[in-house]
């Protein structure tokens, strides 16, 4: 089975500083990765995704993420944090034989400090 | 373009209830989902549809039915309301076909709709 997983339920950083989400997958083949962002109360936003090629990808609001074949890895990042990146953070793995649906982490709480 | 619409955004029903909860898109998608999240859990996956009058279950079908008459539409058809059920509900929905790979699979998020069974 495709899956992610967040090890961190909740990440603190202070405003200015580079954060990081972390998320590890598993899975059969090439992995289909994503991130996207809630904000209270509201659906989610897609910040970017991994198909192939480069390793680093670049998304939304300045975020980007670095996929790591070796290390299981596909952490996102950002290098100047905002009080408004404050949200739940979720990775996802695409899984084929469910439509293409996905398969999410739990999900990281993100707190940007002023 | 209204992208994925979801009505209602809050209900609270009484045990045994039933109700739909409706979702609606306008970019032409053959693919949506219904997820519901829960807290802690991140989102599960309900039941899916690859097209019109096509629908599959996905992790958690039990309580649930859907049916896909129109490409725009997937509604999420509760029979019995059970306090399980108490979540908040997301619908989906993305494109495959005939598009580039890079554009493939993004998956659009509705506004979600509330429930609580009491």
């Known amino acids: 089975a495709q899956s992610v997983a967040q090890p961190e339920d909740q990440v603190n950083v202070a405003e200015g500083n580079p954060l990081t989400v972390k998320c590890t997958y598993s899975v059969s083949g090439n992995p289909y990765l994503f991130w996207y962002v809630q904000y209270p109360n509201r659906g989610l936003q897609f910040l970017l995704k991994y198909i192939t090629g480069d390793n680093l990808v670049k998304g939304s609001y300045g975020f980007e993420a670095e996929f790591n074949k070796s290390q299981t890895s596909f952490h996102l990042k950002k290098p100047s944090a905002l009080v408004s990146d404050s949200a739940l953070y979720f990775c996802?793995?695409?899984?084929?034989?469910?439509?293409?649906?996905?398969?999410f982490g739990k999900g990281t709480s993100l707190l940007v400090t002023p | 373009n209204a992208g994925v619409t979801q009505t209602p955004k809050f209900r609270i029903l009484k045990i045994g209830q039933s109700m739909t909860l409706q979702c609606t898109q306008d970019m032409n998608h053959n693919y949506m989902y219904w997820y519901r999240q829960d807290p802690g859990m991140g989102l599960k996956l309900i039941y899916y549809?690859?097209?019109?009058?096509?629908?599959d279950k996905g992790e958690v079908p039990n309580g649930y039915n859907v049916s896909r008459s129109t490409t725009e539409d997937f509604p999420l058809r509760l029979e019995l309301a059970a306090p399980s059920q108490t979540s908040v509900y997301f619908c989906a929905s993305s494109s495959r076909a005939g598009i580039a790979l890079a554009v493939q699979d993004t998956q659009y998020f509705g506004p979600g709709t509330r429930l609580t069974v009491l």
């Open positions: 996802a793995v695409r899984d084929a034989n469910s439509g293409y649906a996905l398969n």
């Open positions: 549809s690859v097209g019109a009058g096509i629908t």
